[in-house]
């Protein structure tokens, strides 16, 4: 077991790759009461065509077959999982993102048990063709429920007006149509390809002994046996570095339109430290404009172009990448092309070496303040080491960066063939 020292954040971090795969990483913090555990693969609803474990031919699968997947492992043959939970006082969840899936739970007691139970009913599948049937029913409410939200509209409508061709244009759950179609076979060919250890990290963080713990994952791993997993084959689509759709507009019974102004990043594979940087620029730009103290959003508020529903997100992913401006607004168009002008000016924006001093103080600061909590720390070491990232080097990594970086990065980051909008207006009905 390798045992490692953050002097940084004060940390001390237990880790090994077991036989079968398995990463396991433990992260005691004995004078806390909680513990919380995530076991995670690297697996998501992007990743619908890949050549299955033990074959040479790559297939493609309905969409929205991970998420289905998440929710059917909590059901087995004779029981609902969330019950074993409950009566070991934890609290279980699970979620899918585009690029993994996740199962967790938290609790203060019991803590060996419901780290057993959460490796145990992830590595033991059940699916029947009557389970998977009635699932249907239960995701196709869970659709058509997202589907008159027009928040969520609006951010699966700016992905599909910047890209193409590939999957993060589509809904994480698939459509009603796309589930029905999924049977128990495919949902053991995604499971056994993608839910293999090699494939899959296992955070441990909170009160408890980290020598008994690991001996114990090791124990319980040692009884399982797995087919031999080489590397995975995903397949993705061509896909440009323009957008799709320059402008696209979604009618829905809103009191208020919604626009977001979407950037798709450039078209190509990082990881690792390229990765980090990369992520770390477009999150510090983002906040250096268009945070409440920015130029930026204040001459978007002085314009009466925006509320307080305004928000800015990126998700960088190592097949893709975008960034969403969006509030609502009385005046789309006016919104959009404020947005990408201000964007645009940037590549003629050089930030000072005091701004840029203050930018990294003001990410390092975020990034510890979130350390207080054992759902970031696990969820995002986790995510970010499928990335070849450790969460634990990125303030000293932070520090390193400099101004001539962000410079640099800054004078390429935006290109108007990379912008697109989508606007969510007022429902009209012809008399």
Request: net charge negative; proline share 4%.
């Amino acid at each position: 077991m390798n045992k490692q020292y953050f002097d940084t954040i004060d940390e001390t971090l237990y880790e090994e790759k077991l036989d079968n795969g398995l990463q396991v990483c433990l992260l005691p913090k004995p004078e806390l009461a909680k513990t919380y555990g995530v076991f995670m693969t690297n697996y998501g609803s992007i990743d619908q065509s890949f050549v299955p474990i033990g074959q040479t031919e790559a297939i493609t699968v309905p969409d929205g077959i991970a998420h289905f997947l998440e929710h059917k492992l909590f059901e087995k043959e004779d029981r609902d999982v969330f019950t074993d939970f409950t009566k070991q006082a934890a609290s279980p969840n699970a979620f899918t993102s585009f690029t993994e899936t996740a199962y967790l739970f938290s609790a203060t007691s019991n803590i060996e048990k419901n780290v057993l139970t959460l490796v145990d009913f992830v590595q033991d599948p059940y699916f029947s063709e009557q389970s998977v049937e009635k699932e249907k029913g239960i995701i196709a409410q869970e659709i058509n429920m997202y589907d008159d939200q027009p928040d969520w509209r609006l951010f699966m409508g700016t992905n599909k007006a910047l890209f193409h061709n590939h999957p993060v244009n589509i809904d994480i759950a698939g459509t009603v149509d796309s589930i029905y179609t999924i049977t128990k076979d495919d949902l053991y060919t995604c499971y056994h390809t993608f839910y293999h250890p090699e494939n899959m990290i296992l955070f441990v963080t909170g009160n408890f002994d980290a020598q008994e713990m690991m001996n114990l994952i090791k124990e319980n791993q040692q009884k399982k046996s797995f087919d031999k997993l080489d590397d995975i084959k995903r397949q993705f689509p061509e896909e440009p570095d323009t957008v799709k759709e320059k402008n696209l507009m979604i009618n829905m019974p809103v009191s208020i339109p919604k626009c977001a102004v979407g950037i798709k990043e450039p078209n190509k594979q990082l990881e690792g430290e390229e990765y980090l940087k990369r992520d770390l620029f477009v999150d510090m730009v983002l906040d250096h404009f268009f945070s409440t103290g920015g130029e930026f959003y204040q001459k978007l508020y002085d314009e009466d172009l925006i509320d307080n529903s305004f928000f800015f997100e990126s998700n960088l992913q190592t097949s893709f990448g975008y960034v969403s401006i969006g509030s609502n607004t009385n005046n789309p168009e006016a919104f959009s092309s404020r947005v990408q002008e201000l964007l645009l000016s940037t590549k003629d924006h050089e930030i000072s070496e005091a701004d840029f001093e203050r930018m990294k103080k003001k990410k390092m600061g975020q990034l510890l303040r979130a350390m207080n909590s054992l759902e970031f720390i696990a969820n995002q070491f986790a995510t970010l080491s499928f990335k070849k990232v450790n969460l634990f080097d990125i303030v000293p990594f932070i520090q390193k960066l400099t101004v001539q970086d962000v410079n640099v990065f800054l004078n390429s980051w935006i290109e108007e063939e990379r912008l697109a909008t989508c606007t969510i207006q007022n429902q009209t009905v012809d008399k």
